[in-house]
């Protein structure tokens, strides 16, 4: 349910909110904490644990972007964002994602180009992309239509085309604090959506007409030919490809992890031709407070993903201790859906992507420790982006997995006993010895 937290316009920084008190008002929270610990915090005393508060991160952001909200008619550089929700599928709702304002915007809807960026950077990228939504069933694609067509066009251009949005209002000042929901930008329903001077990339347009060519082998091929995943992934959500009596829309959120499925599975086929790894290897680093390590085994392909979420941080928001989950595949892979989410999908990307480049294939053991700092989602895209950096760098190299696991755990603050019983790969390759001698 969403609520107006009336506090906000006095709490807001004064140098960010300037003369915008009414727009800092009339912001509406959804699935906040609970009230009675905001009203005793308001943004300073930090009791939820943050180093920041989270809702005043986002309104700061929203304020700043209040020329998002301001019209029901946005024109501007729309850099080729699409979503499509999941409430109501198969009927959903479905729009195209434009900023207010002209020039080169693909920053805003490119995930690869945002590690390193700050917190605040990346919300803002979210909040100036004003959303218009219309309801669709899912197999609109299949019969056309002026809006779907132009919204799939929208999806496969090749650089920021300028558009007109006609919303049947202005867009409303929602906070989404939801655990497992990327920052979303404001939103509005749709009534009209032009766009001029496109240009799409050929390569999303090929496979686009090709109605015999299935969806599966169309993002393979995409992949292999240089197209960015946060690309195929959005064309993907829109049916733009795919067999001609099979094209469907996919929520936003579905569409990113069954592109990073099938891209990791395409490369783990290749990966398992190639010989092992000849030592353990120890990669790890820290991105938006998370704390990653990767452990790569001399063995056949194998592979494990395991998170800890630190009391105070989303999943774990009252827990005493830190609470671990996790799931693997063995070499012959998984027929059911990971249990730990879409995160194990983009990990087992940038996991597989690393092998083939090195022509190698390894157990691979992925953890990763969210400490109370990490101020507020980001999306599955942080995960992917994140192992992408880590493993690009030069590992550690050790001839024994004691000596591995040694080193490993000087980057984790989580002993490794709780690793070891939160991990099933692990307890495989300890059991020829006592778990005693690692610990």
């Known amino acids: 349910m969403s609520n107006r937290i009336r506090w906000l316009g006095a709490v807001v920084d004064p140098e960010i909110l300037g003369n915008q008190v009414p ?36 309104a700061e952001s929203m304020v700043k972007h209040e020329r998002a909200f301001a019209s029901a008619l946005v024109e501007g550089s729309s850099p080729g964002g699409v979503f499509v929700g999941r409430f109501g599928y198969p009927k959903v709702y479905v729009g195209p994602m434009v900023p207010p304002y002209h020039g080169n915007t ?16 990346i919300v803002g990228y ?3 992309l004003v959303r218009g ?76 007409y090709d109605r015999h060519l299935k969806a599966a082998g169309a993002v393979v091929e995409l992949y292999q030919k240089g197209v960015l995943v946060s690309r195929i992934q959005r064309a993907f959500s829109v049916g733009a490809f795919g067999i001609e009596r099979a094209r469907k829309l996919v929520p936003t959120r579905w569409s990113i992890t069954a592109v990073d499925s099938l891209l990791s599975q395409a490369l783990i086929d290749e990966v398992k031709h190639f010989g092992t790894i000849d030592e353990y290897r120890v990669h790890a680093d820290t991105y938006f407070d998370n704390r990653y390590v990767a452990l790569l085994m001399p063995e056949p392909w194998k592979f494990e993903w395991i998170e800890a979420w630190f009391p105070q941080t989303h999943w774990n928001a009252y827990g005493a201790s830190p609470a671990l989950m996790g799931d693997y595949e063995e070499y012959w892979g998984r027929t059911t859906y990971a249990s730990v989410g879409g995160c194990y999908y983009s990990t087992r990307l940038a996991a597989a992507e690393r092998l083939k480049a090195d022509r190698r294939q390894a157990g691979s053991i992925l953890l990763r420790e969210i400490h109370p700092s990490y101020l507020l989602p980001l999306g599955v895209w942080n995960v992917r982006e994140s192992i992408r950096s880590l493993l690009a760098k030069p590992p550690a190299k050790f001839d024994t997995l004691h000596a591995a696991l040694t080193h490993a755990m000087s980057y984790l603050r989580i002993p490794l006993p709780r690793w070891i019983a939160a991990s099933a790969l692990l307890r495989r390759a300890l059991s020829q010895g006592k778990i005693t001698d690692f610990v």
């Open 23 to 58: 727009a800092a008002r009339s912001i509406e929270v959804v699935d906040k904490p609970s009230a009675e610990m905001c009203l005793q915090c308001r943004g300073t005393r930090l009791l939820c644990g943050k180093p920041r508060c989270p809702i005043l991160a986002q």
């Open 106 to 121: 693909e920053i805003l809807d490119t995930p690869e180009h945002w590690l390193g960026r700050s917190v605040d950077e």
């Open 133 to 208: 939504n219309m309801r669709a069933n899912i197999f609109d694609v299949q019969t056309g239509g002026r809006l779907i067509e132009r919204i799939q066009e929208l999806s496969m251009v090749d650089r920021p085309v300028d558009a007109e949005l006609r919303l049947t209002k202005r867009p409303r000042k929602v906070l989404v604090l939801s655990e497992d929901s990327q920052p979303l930008g404001p939103s509005a329903p749709l009534n009209s959506f032009n766009l001029t001077n496109v240009a799409v990339d050929r390569r999303l347009e090929a496979v686009h």
């Open 126 to 128: 979210r909040f100036a």
